[in-house]
């Protein structure tokens, strides 16, 4: 099953308006002319470290769905490491994914299967994978712990 998605860019100067072409998302408006210049960086390493945190714990929650596991909260952050290549270049190096899933320990068994599952990472992060490493650190918290 093949699927294309597409997204625009119009950028006028400092100003770009990102349209996401749906209803989730709609348009991201970026006035780059309203911040300070260190404010400025990291933006495209923050949309794609979000992407690939969005698209791993969506697949997480269908995970844990699919086996009748109910969850409080999953919490996540997505680390966006940076260096150069061999020629010097600006590269992305790795990205870690540290996720926590809150929820009863009943659901200690079916976490423990789909984390097992979720070493594969998702579509987004796996197709990364060819390029850099992508690491998962996936861990439960119950509220009796």
């Not at 989730?24 to 933006?43: C, F, S, Y």
């Not at 190096?93 to 320990?105: E, R």
């Amino acid at each position: 099953m093949s699927q294309e998605l597409s997204v625009s860019l119009e950028r006028h100067g400092a100003i770009i308006d990102l349209d996401m072409a749906g209803a989730a998302l709609g348009r991201v408006h970026i006035d780059n002319g309203a911040l300070p210049e260190e404010e400025r960086a990291g933006t495209a390493k923050k949309l794609l470290g979000a992407s690939v945190l969005y698209c791993y714990t969506a697949a997480l929650d269908k995970a844990l769905d699919a086996r009748g596991a109910r969850y409080e909260r999953i919490g996540a952050r997505a680390t966006v490491r940076t260096g150069a290549d061999d020629k010097g270049r600006g590269r992305i190096m790795g990205i870690t994914l540290d996720v926590t899933v809150h929820m009863d320990a009943e659901y200690e068994d079916v976490f423990e299967r789909v984390s097992k599952v979720m070493r594969n990472g998702c579509l987004v992060s796996a197709s990364l994978d060819a390029a850099f490493p992508v690491t998962y650190n996936l861990k439960l918290e119950c509220p009796d712990d």
